[in-house]
């Protein structure tokens, strides 16, 4: 299986501030489709999870233009900017390139 | 606005069994795969089954197959899955969502499976 590997617990972030979370795979997810099938979500506290980004780069539906995602191949970044109180959560990255589909463990924002 | 619902979950013995149910709206049910994810408390996310639109086709991790078997009805608009042979490890909160080549769009409220004697 496909193996994401996420940093438990990011850098505490200021209100305003830029945060980045990491997510690295143990495979490229590079899909012969051309593709890279790398999603994001986000868990808030009590709540389901939400998608925020599908295929590195693309919001999803309602999604503030905050949320951005980049990378490539193994490495990828959700990038929040600016931050704002309510991004508390733990953001998971998912892969969708092989079977079974991946989550990573997740990472949990926490403001200073 | 697409809404997800699902029920019964609750404390179940090893070894017994459980049938979780989902009641979709706000979209066309049948048009859409869907799917089950689960969380085990305090714990990441894992994918257990998804099932095509039509329901010929099904999909298992390896550690749920030949004990889970995910169903629908598209004239009720309902997701199923019927858990057996219970096992402490399939303890956790499980998850309906509407399954789009595996990205995982729409999420219901969850149930919580507990697995315990």
């Known amino acids: 299986d496909v193996v994401l590997t996420q940093t438990l617990v990011a850098q505490p972030v200021r209100l305003g501030d830029q945060a980045s979370i990491s997510c690295r795979s143990s495979?490229?997810?590079?899909?012969?489709?051309?593709?890279?099938?790398l999603e994001w979500y986000l868990q808030k506290p009590g709540q389901s999870p939400q998608l925020l980004i599908y295929e590195v780069s693309n919001r999803f539906s309602g999604v503030p233009d905050r949320f951005s995602g980049s990378g490539s191949g193994t490495d990828f970044t959700l990038t929040i900017d600016p931050v704002e109180a309510d991004d508390t959560a733990t953001y998971f990255c998912q892969q969708s390139w092989n079977d079974p589909n991946t989550f990573g463990a997740g990472t949990k924002l926490e403001l200073k | 606005e697409v809404q997800l619902v699902e029920s019964g979950g609750g404390l179940v013995q090893p070894g017994r069994s459980l049938k979780l149910s989902c009641a979709a709206s706000g979209f066309t049910f049948s048009n859409y795969y869907m799917a089950w994810v689960r969380q085990a408390p305090t714990k990441g996310l894992e994918w257990v089954a998804s099932?095509?639109?039509?329901?010929?086709?099904?999909y298992y991790r390896d550690s749920v197959k030949g004990r889970f078997t995910i169903s629908r009805d598209n004239a009720k608009s309902t997701l199923y899955l019927q858990m057996d042979s219970l096992r402490s490890e399939d303890t956790a909160t499980y998850y309906c969502?509407?399954?789009?080549?595996?990205?995982?769009?729409?999420w219901g409220q969850g149930t919580l499976v507990t697995v315990s004697s």
């Open positions: 969502t509407r399954d789009s080549s595996y990205r995982f769009a729409y």
């Open positions: 495979q490229s997810l590079v899909h012969s489709d051309g593709h890279t099938y």
């Open positions: 099932i095509t639109n039509s329901g010929g086709s099904t």
